[in-house]
């Protein structure tokens, strides 16, 4: 593996486990069993993997912005571990939802429900990051400082 392959798996195993932080500290309650939390890290890894993925895939194709704006919402959804309600929300959501679907299997329910969660809070930050890059790229006048 070359040395920039492995800083960008190293940059996205960081990012991602530190964002996965508060949920992953209330799923090991609800989850004791051993089985169930290797699932949880297989779910957190499943997305760092898809970032990696991501990241390489907007590198190669020279989508330098897009790249850039992958990091700002990774470094978005990073402050949610400050209000804990949005984690929350999602994670009683996304285990309600996966009950609801195939009810409780060891491993599989906990792996879903981990995609799931991330997937809520990938929306929720996409949302925030578009109304952002909105205001600063549509509305410029409620972006710039008059004197």
């Given at each position: 593996?070359?040395?920039?392959?492995?800083?960008?798996?190293?940059?996205?195993t960081l990012l991602v486990?530190?964002?996965?932080?508060?949920?992953?500290?209330?799923?090991?309650?609800?989850?004791?069993?051993?089985?169930?939390r290797v699932a949880i890290?297989?779910?957190?890894?499943?997305?760092?993997?898809?970032?990696?993925?991501?990241?390489?895939?907007?590198?190669?194709?020279?989508?330098?912005?897009?790249?850039?704006?992958?990091?700002?919402?990774?470094?978005?959804?990073?402050?949610?571990?400050?209000?804990?309600?949005?984690?929350?929300?999602?994670?009683?959501?996304?285990?309600?939802?996966?009950?609801?679907?195939?009810?409780?299997i060891r491993f599989i329910?906990?792996?879903?429900?981990?995609?799931?969660?991330?997937?809520?809070?990938?929306?929720?930050?996409?949302?925030?990051?578009?109304?952002?890059?909105?205001?600063?790229?549509?509305?410029?006048?409620?972006?710039?400082?008059?004197?």
């Open positions: 593996m070359d040395l920039k392959l492995w800083l960008n798996w190293r940059k996205w486990w530190l964002n996965a932080a508060f949920s992953f500290s209330l799923s090991l309650g609800k989850y004791p069993q051993l089985f169930d890290v297989c779910g957190v890894f499943s997305f760092v993997l898809l970032y990696v993925k991501i990241d390489n895939y907007l590198l190669n194709s020279k989508r330098f912005q897009a790249r850039n704006a992958l990091l700002v919402s990774v470094c978005i959804k990073s402050l949610f571990q400050l209000y804990p309600g949005v984690e929350l929300a999602a994670g009683i959501a996304s285990t309600t939802f996966v009950a609801w679907i195939i009810g409780n329910s906990a792996y879903l429900i981990t995609l799931m969660d991330g997937l809520l809070l990938s929306l929720i930050v996409a949302i925030i990051t578009g109304m952002i890059n909105f205001v600063m790229h549509k509305l410029p006048h409620l972006t710039t400082k008059r004197i």
